[in-house]
């Protein structure tokens, strides 16, 4: 967590994250079995999104606890997601643990990502009335399909898909529509109208934007304290960042392919993309993108939930970590 000025804002996000875990736990101790691979999957992270589930519902008027369900729904998809993103990148880290398929290898992580995505339907389809269960779940069900898309998208990127505008949905897609979902979840299970569970929807896909745009600015400038800096070149992955370099006229990053980047090549594309000012340019692009965040959220009353929600749209993303 971060800390907060206001007192009563600081103890509900302490309050919420604490009671989240001890659901969470609840929840890896009612599986029949498998429970050291459930565990080890589930306890680690900033609990961004289910903790914004909650902060949704209890910033609308509702009572935050009976977004629970929803909450953990989120956190299984995403940690689902993830499994299957350190695969398909070859990553053997995952805040500051070893990888799901390092641990146990790729066949066990695979199905355990099956197991949560179908788990996370499986509950919203239970833990509501049946019409409220309906439109929760169109919405989650929304929100996995454009996730799958921008997966995709990020390791087999299109032609068509290189421009600055088309790697920001991108990021959208992947990154920002799981904490999109997350907030409206909560919205929708508090009550609230659709004006302002969308509003809540598009602060939350903003927000997570947002921090995927600082997340490559951190890869770049090898600020990441996890990989080394400039793996996103190294892999030949299209970021934002990349695209604004391109725009640019960089020759370095315009003739760019996966083989040239090793080396003294991987060094020159780097030192390319940060004389093209693509650092610059994405710490701006993060900002606005949280200036527009802040800005739904006004039409919100006065709240210690909403307090928690403003403070993520400054120096509380990076302690969270979407």
């Known amino acids: 967590m971060f800390d907060l000025a206001d007192p009563q804002a600081q103890a509900l996000a302490d309050e919420l994250r604490e009671s989240f875990e001890d659901a969470l736990q609840a929840y890896i101790s009612a599986w029949p079995s498998h429970h050291e691979i459930g565990t080890y999957a589930l306890t680690t992270g900033h609990r961004t999104r289910p903790v914004g589930c909650l902060l949704a519902c209890a ?8 977004a629970m369900q929803a909450a953990i729904a989120v956190e299984l998809v995403h940690k689902s997601s993830v499994i299957r993103d350190d695969i398909a990148d070859d990553d053997d880290m995952r805040s500051g643990h070893r990888a799901v398929h390092a641990q146990f290898g ?42 799958a898309l921008g997966q995709l998208e990020d390791i087999a990127p299109s032609p068509h898909m290189s421009g ?47 921090f995927q745009v600082l997340n490559d600015v951190r890869n770049l400038s090898g600020l990441e304290d996890q990989r080394p800096a400039a793996t996103d ?34 060094g ?55």
């Open 59 to 66: 910033a609308v008027g509702g009572a935050w606890p009976t």
């Open 106 to 147: 790729v066949p066990v992580a695979l199905a355990l990502s099956d197991r949560l995505w179908s788990d996370a339907f499986s509950s919203i389809a239970k833990a509501f009335d049946p019409e409220l269960s309906s439109r929760c779940l169109r919405g989650l069900t929304d929100a996995t399909h454009e996730m």
């Open 164 to 210: 600055l505008r088309s790697r920001l949905l991108v990021n959208e897609r992947k990154t920002g529509v799981l904490a999109q979902i997350a907030c409206w979840l909560g919205a929708v299970v508090g009550g609230a109208d659709s004006g302002r569970a969308d509003a809540l929807g598009r602060y939350g896909r903003r927000l997570g934007t947002a």
């Open 233 to 266: 070149i190294r892999d030949g992955r299209e970021t934002v960042l990349t695209a604004y370099a391109r725009s640019e006229a960089n020759r370095f990053v315009a003739d760019r392919s996966r083989e040239s980047y090793a080396g003294d090549d991987l």
């Open 268 to 322: 020159a594309v780097r030192r390319a993309m940060l004389d093209a000012g693509a650092d610059d340019f994405g710490e701006s692009l993060a900002a606005d993108l949280m200036r527009q965040a802040r800005a739904e959220l006004a039409q919100l009353t006065s709240s210690p939930a909403r307090d928690v929600l403003v403070a993520l749209t400054t120096d509380g993303l990076l302690s969270f970590a979407f």
